[in-house]
DNA sequence: TTCGTTGCAAAAGGTTTGCATACCA
DNA sequence: TGGTATGCAAACCTTTTGCAACGAA
């Protein structure tokens, strides 16, 4: 979305080790993952961190526009570490949760269009791409 | 309104007054709707419906593809009914919720693309954008 | 009469908040 | 030391479900 500014989210960022952990654990994570799938990661890693503090962590990062939010169906949101600047849209498989990233200019030229036709100022789009990737396809078509 | 010639998705939909006053309350309604905001509505006009009912209903609705769905910031689903067949984008203003139907060819088109070249299947797509509409942004601009 | 529908209450599920404590800078 | 961060528990919100009563066909 624009506007962002991508550069420094809350005045004073400590750095803890909940928080250390929390990035390590989104930064190594190639799909996306809830708020409670981190946090189970961690406990599991041994990582003593609370859920509120994971919650609140992936808030900040997501304010500061450092990671990708997409929602599941149930309203669940789920979160990944944005590779570069700028937004980017991804294709999710609704079976195993395979992320894509898939290029979008054309989305973002429609959007910018949209935004200087209807008069509408600071124009924000989600755009989220679900279906079911090959593997999981050749398993069961269905 | 006229709900006769209606659709028929669940197989067996009976007209109950409690189901033609949520359809009428949604068919009367320009922009998207809570659930919540659907029931205190119809409350207020006198009707006698459950909460329930109301999403019973608009899931119903959903299903059969019969009302646009789009989600707030805070996962809240909101809904409107659907002017024709095949879906709908908007632009939906993020201060007073007046809701507009954009052309979305070219997301279409892209969507497409993007099944395609990716080798997903069943691909579905989500778009929704949210921007601050001319009379908002007259009163307050930022 | 039949069986889908309703509504209340309660559960579920995810996210946020209050507040006392712990700890980074 | 000062003020931010943490974590537990409880609160919040929206949506779903269990179940007995109801009512359209």
Known sequence: MRGSSVGEWPPAWRSTHQRVAVLGALSGCRDFVSARELHATLTLEGTTVGLTTVYR???ALEQGGRVDVVRERTGERLYRPRPTDGHRHYLVCRRCGLSRTVDADAVERWA???????GFAEVEHTVELTGICEQCHAVTPS
Chains 1, 2 share one sequence.
């Open 57 to 59: 962590t992936l808030r």
């Open 112 to 118: 910018d269009n949209v935004a200087a036709a209807t």
